[in-house]
């Protein structure tokens, strides 16, 4: 299900316990139709299990919104984190321009005492060297790796925090396919702006198929956090095909009072 970060999902009324048909025909309403407001409600949800999250906090299968924006801090907090901890950060510029000087970009950087110890990987003044840096110390599922002191670059500070701006401008991408294959199903869901703003730059894709065996909700994005999303889809299923069906229910008790008032 989940392969180079792409996480695909099928949704059908399988999904949703056997006896929704049975409900559907009391209620005359469209399998279609159900099957579509179901679809983005387990898109909505997948977007919710998708990280981001504040540390110690779970989602609220009650709410409508995928994300809060101290979830989005938490994110940003942790890319800032996680890249540094794999640089080492001069302020100077001078510095920098003094090691590359002695030991050029790619080398690594020693002490100037005596013993000359290594105590730097090498030196980076540039975005793209930072870029190639941070992703060949990534994760498959987007984490980065600790890298021991001696083994980390010398990067320029200002360098480093500008990257670092521009990393967490993609915070809150992972939720935003979800949530976009969400909206093509008609979900209703309140997002905060990083999730938003990202909508346009996500893999999300919600559609409907008609099969032999009727309507199937198709919802696919592509997640650096899809790892942990997978594991949390059997909850997402139960939780709900058991609102689905208590939605039957009550639409079927509104249709009876309906018809005999």
């Given at each position: 299900m989940a392969k180079g970060g792409s996480f695909n999902v099928e949704v059908d009324d399988s999904v949703f316990k056997k006896d929704t048909a049975k409900f559907l025909k009391a209620i005359g309403k469209e399998e279609k139709d159900f099957i579509r407001e179901q679809s983005g409600m387990v898109a909505r949800d997948?977007?919710?299990?998708?990280?981001?999250?504040v540390k110690g906090t779970w989602p609220d299968f009650n709410k409508d919104t995928i994300g809060t924006s101290a979830d989005i801090k938490a994110g940003k907090n942790?890319?800032?984190?996680?890249?540094?901890?794999?640089?080492?950060?001069?302020?100077?510029?001078?510095?920098?321009?003094?090691?590359?000087?002695?030991?050029?970009?790619?080398?690594?950087?020693?002490?100037s005492r005596k013993g000359k110890a290594r105590i730097a990987y090498g030196v980076i003044d540039n975005m793209k060297d930072l870029a190639n840096w941070h992703y060949k110390n990534r994760t498959s599922q987007g984490r980065t790796l600790k890298v021991a002191s001696i083994d980390r670059p010398m990067v320029w500070k200002s360098v480093f925090n500008?990257?670092?701006?521009?990393?967490?401008?993609?915070?809150?991408?992972?939720?935003?396919?979800?949530?976009?294959?969400?909206?093509?199903?008609?979900?209703?869901?309140?997002?905060?702006?990083?999730?938003?703003?990202?909508?346009?730059?996500?893999a999300g894709l919600g559609i409907l198929k008609q099969t032999k065996d009727g309507w199937v909700g198709h919802v696919s994005g592509t997640?650096?956090?899809?790892?942990?999303?997978?594991?949390?889809?059997?909850m997402i299923e139960r939780n709900r095909?058991?609102?689905?069906?208590?939605?039957?229910?009550?639409?079927?008790?509104?249709?009876a009072k309906k018809d005999f008032s």
């Open positions: 997948l977007a919710k299990y998708t990280p981001p999250f942790a890319v800032a984190g996680g890249i540094a901890s794999i640089c080492m950060r001069p302020s100077s510029k001078k510095t920098i321009n003094q090691k590359i000087k002695a030991f050029g970009r790619n080398g690594p950087v020693y002490s500008k990257y670092i701006k521009r990393r967490q401008e993609d915070v809150g991408i992972a939720k935003a396919g979800f949530y976009k294959a969400s909206l093509r199903f008609g979900a209703k869901a309140k997002a905060p702006p990083n999730i938003k703003k990202n909508v346009g730059k996500a997640s650096k956090g899809a790892e942990y999303t997978v594991n949390k889809l059997p095909g058991e609102k689905a069906i208590k939605r039957l229910e009550r639409l079927a008790k509104d249709r």
